[in-house]
């Protein structure tokens, strides 16, 4: 997935992955910014219900305004992988962010 672009997101890095995706750094090629990418698997975003449940998560998560809570960028229907933008924090994979102290 490194150097392809979902949308106007190009892929530079993967930062880790998970039950519910795998997390990129890309570059927005909009708005010139860095932002972490959550990508979904393909089983999880042709699934009606299971993609359902990931929207209302992502619009619960984009109400939030908290210096610890990553903010959602917006949500995208792509080749089937829904990327969802989020802040990219300066310590890369959450992983690692969790080994930092605030």
């Known amino acids: 997935?490194?150097?392809?672009?979902?949308?106007?997101?190009?892929?530079?890095?993967?930062?880790?992955?998970?039950?519910?995706?795998?997390?990129?750094r890309a570059s927005d090629?909009?708005?010139?910014?860095?932002?972490?990418?959550?990508?979904l698997p393909v089983s999880i975003s042709r699934d009606a219900t299971s993609?359902?449940?990931?929207?209302?998560g992502a619009k619960?998560?984009?109400?939030?305004?908290?210096?610890?809570?990553?903010?959602?960028?917006g949500f995208d229907a792509d080749q089937g992988t829904s990327p969802t933008p989020k802040t990219l924090t300066s310590h890369g994979a959450v992983s690692e962010a969790r080994s930092?102290?605030?």
């Open 29 to 39: 090629t909009k708005l010139g910014r860095d932002v972490a990418i959550k990508v």
């Open 60 to 73: 619960a998560l984009a109400s939030l305004n908290h210096p610890h809570i990553a903010s959602i960028h």
């Open 1 to 24: 997935m490194i150097n392809q672009t979902l949308t106007h997101y190009r892929i530079t890095a993967k930062l880790g992955e998970g039950g519910m995706g795998e997390v990129y």
């Open 51 to 56: 993609l359902a449940r990931f929207e209302r």
């Open 100 to 102: 930092h102290p605030c």
